[in-house]
């Protein structure tokens, strides 16, 4: 039998492994962290960027090309020759603060998929703007709050979705800043009362309306944010079925969602929701909060699930 001593080792050892965690920026990073009664701040920023460094980036020939093919619509192009230019300078990979330079460069010119995954690159410096912006602002709240969704948690969604392409647009056919399928779109506009064509599925207010009003409606339907994700990303049919064996925390079921792409989509929308609530709000929160403690069977007494949620 397990002696006192046994279970202080593992106790002991169990510290140690969220420690380790704790100071990583990942949804197991802000879990550990939150475990041992240390929530995550954002990290201190990098000291700004010198003219000199903004311009070394800003004159870069690979930069530049890769700029240039992104403007004349040749993403995949530009997206390589981006990559290859940070991998491969003459001194080898780009150092912390050429990695911020180049993200900012690309900040500054609305590339936000390169921003973020330039900025992500750092390994000493950080900075959280960078790695989690804003864009359309002003509009994201506003829409966000008139439907009744947390803008944070759309802002989470739509970096994971899109990385902020208006004309994003996926191999299965979803389209726009939140992805939407177009019998999805046109399902949430009957239900909202749009009046909708199909050519307006990339228009960034049509997208953000279509795209968070299904948000909400998965979410109210399936009862917590993580299921919610899990449905807009799978369907709605399938986290129904996933949640029908055994209660689990929250974490744990989320790990055993079957399908990889979800099961990571669903960490990475919530833990960015969380950046995002700390950049929107100047605040620590934490990620257990947007968890339930549980995820199993839906209750006797719930409402009954939307057969017709696409």
């Not at 960027?49 to 903004?54: K, S, W």
């Not at 000493?124 to 960078?130: G, L, V």
């Not at 899990?230 to 049919?237: F, M, S, V």
């Amino acid at each position: 039998a397990p002696t006192a001593g046994d279970a202080e080792r593992l106790r002991a050892d169990a510290f140690q492994l969220l420690d380790e965690l704790s100071g990583q920026y990942h949804f197991y990073g802000k879990l550990a962290a939150e475990a041992l009664e240390r929530p995550h701040a954002l990290p201190p920023s990098a000291a700004p960027l010198t003219d000199a460094e903004r311009e070394r980036a800003a004159t870069n020939p690979g930069l530049q090309r890769a700029l240039r093919l992104i403007e004349l619509g040749l993403r995949s192009e530009g997206v390589r020759e981006w990559n290859w230019t940070l991998n491969f300078t003459s001194a080898g990979r780009m150092g912390d603060r050429e990695l911020l330079a180049a993200a900012q460069l690309a900040c500054d010119r609305q590339v936000w998929d390169r921003c973020i995954n330039t900025s992500e690159r750092t390994q000493a410096e950080f900075n959280f703007e960078q790695r989690f912006p804003m864009p359309f602002r002003r509009e994201v709240v506003l829409k966000a709050r008139e439907l009744g969704v947390d803008p944070a948690v759309v802002y989470g969604l739509i970096r994971q979705e899109s990385r902020f392409i208006l004309d994003a647009r996926s191999h299965v056919g979803a389209s726009g800043l939140m992805q939407l399928m177009p019998a999805t779109a046109r399902w949430t506009a009957r239900q909202i009362g749009l009046n909708y064509q199909p050519s307006m599925i990339n228009d960034r207010d049509v997208n953000l309306t279509l795209g968070m009003s299904y948000l909400k409606l998965v979410v109210d339907d399936q009862g917590s944010l993580a299921l919610g994700a899990a449905a807009y990303n799978a369907g709605p049919g399938r986290p129904r079925r996933w949640r029908e064996g055994p209660v689990l925390e929250a974490p744990i079921w989320i790990e055993n969602i079957p399908f990889n792409e979800t099961r990571d989509y669903v960490k990475k929308v919530l833990s960015n929701a969380t950046y995002y609530d700390a950049l929107m709000n100047n605040r620590v929160p934490r990620l257990r909060d947007r968890l339930e403690p549980t995820i199993g069977p839906r209750a006797p007494n719930a409402p009954v699930s939307r057969a017709d949620l696409p």
